[in-house]
């Protein structure tokens, strides 16, 4: 027995990411702040008091409990510390770009410095994208005035262009020709129409006007090629301009190396040059889960930091100088890149992490990666709701506070245990069960010596045993990050692939074999093309296998899903069970396994259950949705039957490959908490009235498609495609049809059975369709002009079939080509609704149609002005609803 008393204080062991919590904490007083204002004060005091009372804990003793509430006042301190920077962040006063004065439509001309190089945009033509530095600008007649602000411009080839939807091929058979392209820093003066950005104004649409303030743009325009003069001297930074012709060379010298389509997808893939990258491909990425090669993300950076780490260790350097020379080079490769903040996220944690290795602080992995995140939570407290920041976060968290204790458990003792396999010494340094491991793999490969020679056998087991480790480790790591980013893929972007899982699987490996395989052949190329041949060949053959990868699984849309907004219980149930597997992950073997188990479980429910559709009973929906320049209308019965119509889309004229109805339309019906129409339909087969419906039908799987006549088209032809394929019924609906869709009594008023379809006259073709329910009436017209307007009144004359409604669909967008004032007599609406997009280029709605929709007394409303309008219609009346 020990003389003297017993201690009963047993030190406690640190916690070891103490860092993690403290992120966690910040995170949340930043949540805190950003949706419930309080003086910066008040923040202030709680994290002092809370500071100093850790502080004081800690004088008191370093051992037991009083060490356990240090660190607890510690962590805590950081919530309030978190609504602090938060608050500090939000008073900084905003300034307005003096360049959005010019940003009216109107010509003007622009002097200023291209502030990010142009790259050429494929899509429905091929034009050039660049950012311009304002110093001066001048509309025609007045003075040239200083300005600040920065514009982002569509370059643009006159006479190159897409065609309109009525137009046939022979008529716009123009030779593409691209526009010159510009380096950073070059002066330009040039004649440009500006607007300022403006957002789809529905709930569930992305913020484009906040994405481009993130990137410093105030304006949009567009831009003649023939009206550039580059001026004498250079603009900006010298050392961007050093770094903008560096990254041109290695541009131009990929466009050398691989010649289309591949040196597009060689651009993205190590640069973030996704310019050449047409839509249909960037779709096929996205839809196998693998989108992530396209941008120069973390995995990028990453894989090229790993491969610098092995060819220091090949060239037998010592480990601290080729950590030090991997920190640099990968620092230069990023700064090649276009150095956005998703790229300088990954960076900070990747160096964090190298460092981290330099102070032999490897082993805590979690710590360093909360420590990196932390820091860009300091800098910019709104990091915290960038999708990029979110998804490159709990990627490199899942495989730092999960993937790596799971690989401790298993795969890494094997790992030792197969290194250098030879070494009879090396058992005496291992775990009794790897040294009976190594005894096991000699003693098999003796016996297998005496069938193949004893050389090949002793590389031939370990190297194969090797490889199994490293596929078991690769198929954990894929099946973890696609598990734990199961939430934020649905929440942002409403896509389940269950091929995501093996195709990452294939394109990881293939992907650490094409970047620093091509990356070395550029180097080389610089040398001598023959030396960078064979490393150019390997790339391609790697990029080659990704591709068909990629299109195997993206083009197998079957096994693609796309969910609506997932319910809030299944958002904490993620939540909770992520937490739970990032703290039992180093615990015991049975609660790791159970707290991943139920981390999948989570997953299946966020997929399965999504947000409840909501929708008024005893009330019919007519929604206005805002899509620009174009119709798109949801309307939805008492009951929560769906009907879409129309999907909007752009007009030929546009330089935007923008898809409406996949960007605008399906975010807004996915928040609602839709996942499948009861039936679409299309009033007619112009561009801007059908341009999303393949999108839709991808999408939605409505039972029915509803649709008129048309005139042939290539585009209605391959809608129609798409519904066959898809298993959507085709219904074409005639004048004189009624039939009751879920209690709302439907009439098809329009157009007349024996009407002529041309290729120029389909806006009269439009199909014209009268709600009614509980005694009150919509008509929504299309696009029909004045004569189709006079035949229905006139028809409805002889018929003795009244056309009064109650809500107007004002026909074609406002244009004086409709709304005449014998039409507007005979259904005298009480409301009436235009779809138009702002600052289009028709001007519509015209001041006259607004005149005559006055004089009639109608309530107008416009989605050029509200964005977003609802109509609700019971036995009362129509009740309207703009979103706010």
């Known amino acids: ?122 899509g429905r033509d091929v034009r050039e994208s660049l950012d311009i530095a304002v110093e001066q600008a001048q509309f025609d007649g007045e003075a040239a005035r200083a300005v600040t602000g920065k514009v982002r411009l569509s370059l643009y080839v006159p006479g190159s262009r897409a065609s309109f939807a009525w137009e046939t091929e022979e008529d716009t058979r123009d030779q593409v020709v691209a526009p010159p392209v510009f380096d950073y820093g070059q002066r330009l003066r040039l004649r440009a129409k500006l607007r300022p950005p403006v957002n789809f104004r529905n709930p569930g649409n992305m913020d484009y006007v906040a994405w481009l303030h993130g990137q410093g743009v105030a304006a949009l325009g ?22 903008w012709r560096i990254r041109r060379s290695v541009l131009e010298r990929m466009e050398e190396l691989w010649h289309a389509p591949y040196a597009g997808l060689f651009q993205a893939m190590v640069l973030g040059e996704r310019g050449l990258v047409g839509r249909e491909q960037r779709l096929e990425f996205q839809r196998s889960g693998t989108f992530h090669l396209l941008v120069v993300s973390g995995m990028n950076v990453a894989i090229f930091a790993v491969f610098l780490l092995w060819l220091m260790r090949w060239l037998r350097l010592p480990r601290e100088y080729g950590i030090v020379a991997a920190i640099v080079i990968t620092c230069s490769y990023a700064w090649l890149t276009e150095l956005g903040a998703p790229i300088l996220r990954s960076l900070l944690m990747i160096v964090a ?6 102070l032999n602080r490897d082993r805590a992995p979690l710590n360093t990666v909360s420590l990196a995140g932390l820091a860009l939570l300091v800098c910019n407290p709104e990091e915290l709701f960038d999708p990029s920041f979110q998804l490159t976060f709990i990627a490199v968290l899942t495989i730092a506070g999960i993937g790596v204790p799971l690989f401790r458990r298993t795969t890494t003792p094997l790992r030792e245990a197969l290194d250098d396999i030879d070494d009879k010494r090396r058992d005496l340094t291992l775990r009794p069960k790897q040294a009976q491991f190594r005894l096991d793999v000699r003693g098999i490969s003796a016996g297998l010596g005496l069938l193949i020679g004893e050389r090949l056998a002793r590389w031939l087991l370990p190297s194969l045993m090797f490889a199994v480790v490293a596929i ?50 550029v180097a080389l190329s610089y ?75 989570s997953a299946w429910f966020v997929f399965a259950h999504p947000r409840p559709f909501e929708h008024r009973a005893h009330q019919l929906e007519i929604t206005a949705i805002d899509i620009g320049q174009g119709d798109s209308f949801l309307v939805v019965t008492p009951n929560g039957h769906t009907l879409l119509l129309d999907s909007g889309g752009l007009l030929g004229m546009s330089h935007s490959d923008l898809d409406i109805g996949e960007d605008v339309v399906s975010p807004y019906l996915w928040e609602r908490g839709l996942g499948q129409l009861d039936a679409a339909a299309f009033s007619h087969s112009h561009a801007d009235h059908i341009g999303g419906m393949t999108a839709i039908l991808r999408n939605f799987h409505p039972h029915e498609l509803w649709y008129a006549p048309n005139y042939p088209s290539q585009q209605v032809e391959a809608l129609f495609a798409a519904a066959d394929r898809l298993k959507v019924q085709r219904i074409e609906r005639r004048k004189g049809e009624a039939f009751e869709f879920d209690g709302v009594h439907f009439e098809v008023l329009s157009p007349p059975a024996d009407w002529e379809l041309k290729p120029r006259g389909q806006d009269d073709a439009s199909m014209v369709l009268r ?10 017209v299309g696009d029909i002009h004045k004569r189709m307007e006079k035949l229905l009144v006139t028809d409805g004359q002889e018929q003795r079939q009244s056309l009064r409604s109650d809500l107007l669909k004002v026909a074609h967008h406002g244009s004086n080509t409709s709304s005449c004032d014998e039409f507007l007599d005979a259904v005298h609406p009480e409301y009436a609704v235009i779809s138009s997009g702002i600052r289009n280029p028709f001007h519509h709605p015209r001041p006259e149609v607004i005149d005559r929709l006055a004089e009639h007394r109608s309530k107008t409303y416009r989605t050029d002005l509200f964005g977003q309008v609802t109509f609700y219609m019971d036995a009362e009346g129509i009740h309207p609803s703009v979103a706010r």
């Open 1 to 122: 027995m020990p003389d003297g008393p017993i201690n009963p204080e047993i030190p406690r062991r640190p916690p070891a990411a103490p860092l993690f919590a403290a992120t966690i904490a910040f995170s949340s007083g930043i949540v805190l702040q950003s949706y419930c204002y309080k003086p910066a004060a008040l923040y202030f005091f709680c994290t002092l008091a809370l500071a100093l009372c850790s502080l004081l804990a800690l004088r008191l003793g370093t051992q037991g409990r009083r060490a356990t509430l240090a660190y607890c006042g510690a962590a805590l301190a950081f919530f309030p510390a978190g609504a602090l920077f938060t608050a500090a962040h939000q008073s900084r006063p905003a300034t307005v770009p003096t360049v959005l004065n010019y940003a009216s439509g109107e010509e003007v001309t622009l002097t200023g410095y291209v502030a990010r190089g142009g790259s050429l945009r494929t």
């Open 222 to 243: 567009s831009a003649k090629s023939t009206n550039i003069d580059v001026l004498q001297g250079p603009g900006g930074s010298r050392v961007e301009r050093i770094r």
């Open 353 to 358: 992490y190298q460092i981290a290795a330099l």
């Open 472 to 521: 078991a480790e690769l198929a954990m790591l894929s099946a973890l990050m696609q598990v734990a980013i199961t939430l934020p893929t649905i929440w942002y972007f409403h896509r389940v692939n269950a091929h995501a899982l093996w195709a990452n699987m294939v394109v990881l490996p293939l992907t650490g074999i094409l970047m620093p395989a091509s990356m070395l052949a």
């Open 527 to 601: 040398v001598s093309r023959w030396m960078a041949s064979p490393f150019a060949l390997l790339a391609r053959w790697a990029l080659q296998c990704i591709l068909f990868a990629v299109h195997w699984s993206g083009g197998a849309q079957a096994t693609e899903r796309r969910v609506a907004m997932p319910a809030l219980e299944a958002i904490v149930a993620v939540g909770l069970c992520y937490v739970l597997a990032l703290l039992m992950a180093r615990r015991h073997r049975v609660l790791a396994l159970a707290s991943l188990a139920l981390l999948a479980t």
């Open 771 to 780: 709600l009614t329910y509980a005694g009150h009436s919509a008509l929504l």
